[in-house]
């Protein structure tokens, strides 16, 4: 049984010891569950010593499960993902956001929605029996209103949270899907979603714990403002050319 973790780094080196100490405890407890897991870093051209840092820590580990890819030029947490998840290797693949704001632990809860015949299992703050620890600021949860409105756009209907960054796919699916991935920023995980559903793939959202960081690198108005022109590009190009067709 294997699990591969893909975490998009850009500018994190506040908080990455910290992460990563508790991925390596996340490893030695799956294992003694009988899960191997591997990690994959995507560095996304972060301009701080995040790429460093990473690297001296796994090689202070010695642990050849652990690895990281990066690329010189910031291009978008979308990308950094869709890197980490092609060079995956585990049987499922889980990705999460490097302040771990959603504990590791609660993978399980997602792979429980996988036994029973889901694809891809989406963590939610938003649907009930999920619980939030810090809330964000009041803008932030203004701007994910209008977001989720604009969302419907985009043809993703029914779904209350698209934006968690804690998601669990078989290898199959998740390998499909991003290949195909054109949205390189942070409203790539609404394609994917509404690719998934084209597709034929079964889509749960899950109920997950979740704190704000208070240390966001996602800057409110700048990057809302590309969501939003993500979102329209995604909306126009599924009126335009319909629905994403075959496997």
Not at 88 to 105: F, K, N, R, V
Not at 121 to 129: H, N, Y
Not at 214 to 226: C, D, I, N
Request: hydrophobic share 45%.
């Amino acid at each position: 049984m294997t699990l591969t973790l893909v975490i998009p780094v850009y500018k994190e080196h506040l908080r990455l010891e910290h992460s990563i100490r508790q991925i390596v405890a996340f490893m030695s407890e799956e294992e003694a569950q009988g899960v191997d897991v591997d990690v994959v870093f995507v560095d996304d051209g972060s301009p701080d010593a995040s790429a460093m840092i990473i690297n001296t820590l796994i090689a202070d580990r010695e642990d050849p499960r652990m690895r990281l890819l990066r690329y010189a030029v910031n291009q978008g947490k979308g990308y950094a993902v869709r890197t980490g998840v092609l060079a995956a290797g585990g049987e499922w693949i889980l990705m999460s956001d490097a302040d771990l704001s959603t504990p590791l632990q609660d993978w399980r809860k997602l792979k429980a929605a996988l036994d029973s015949g889901a694809d891809i299992a989406c963590g939610s703050r938003a649907v009930r029996g999920s619980r939030i620890g810090k809330p964000p600021p009041i803008h932030r949860r203004v701007l994910s209103r209008v977001f989720n409105l604009l969302v419907h756009l985009a043809g993703v209907h029914g779904f209350k949270d698209t934006q968690c960054g804690f998601k669990l796919f078989r290898a199959e699916a998740a390998k499909i899907l991003f290949e195909r991935l054109r949205t390189r920023r942070f409203a790539f995980d609404v394609e994917m979603i509404a690719m998934a559903r084209d597709l034929g793939y079964r889509v749960s959202e899950v109920p997950v714990r979740w704190d704000y960081s208070g240390h966001s690198t996602v800057k409110v108005f700048s990057s809302g403002g590309r969501m939003l022109i993500d979102l329209l590009r995604l909306a126009v190009r599924r009126w335009v050319f319909g629905k994403t067709k075959e496997r």
